[in-house]
């Protein structure tokens, strides 16, 4: 009997373990999320140009996401693809989109760290030419 359960455990550790093979033409899991860093990048530079029309908004995006797929030696027929079996295996795109929402995060406080150094430096350099009487450039 232990014999049996040792044996079911084993066989449902390998297959859970056991990588998933991926349809010809689909994204692994490295490739979709760097993808979706830079899409979502791009749609996040869109969505802050100002006085932007929608129409030329969605041009735009076009223009970036061809330029994107291009520079990745893809096309938009593989990425639609790869998002739509994503979307089917929706464990898979949970753990994708936690990468990339870890990643943008990262992103953003690396961001935020360089603003505060420059923001810093500033008040510093003001801070120096008050005292000894000259004026910032």
């Not at 969505?47 to 735009?60: F, G, I, V, Y």
């Not at 898979?92 to 989109?97: A, G, L, S, V």
Request: glycine share 4%.
């Amino acid at each position: 009997m232990k014999i049996k359960y040792l044996l079911l455990s084993g066989v449902l550790l390998w297959s859970c373990s056991k990588k998933q093979e991926l349809p010809a033409g689909i994204y692994n899991h490295e490739e979709m999320v760097g993808v979706l860093l830079d899409i979502y990048i791009a749609q996040a530079k869109v969505a802050t140009t100002r006085n932007l029309k929608r129409d030329s908004s969605e041009l735009l995006y076009q223009y970036y996401q061809n330029y994107i797929l291009q520079n990745r030696g893809t096309d938009t027929t593989a990425f639609y693809n790869s998002l739509s079996y994503y979307f089917e295996h929706s464990e898979d795109f949970e753990k994708i989109n936690e990468i990339v929402l870890d990643s943008l995060n990262l992103q953003l406080e690396k961001l935020e760290a360089q603003e505060e150094k420059t923001n810093k430096e500033k008040r510093d350099e003001n801070v120096n030419s008050k005292s000894s009487g000259t004026t910032p450039e």
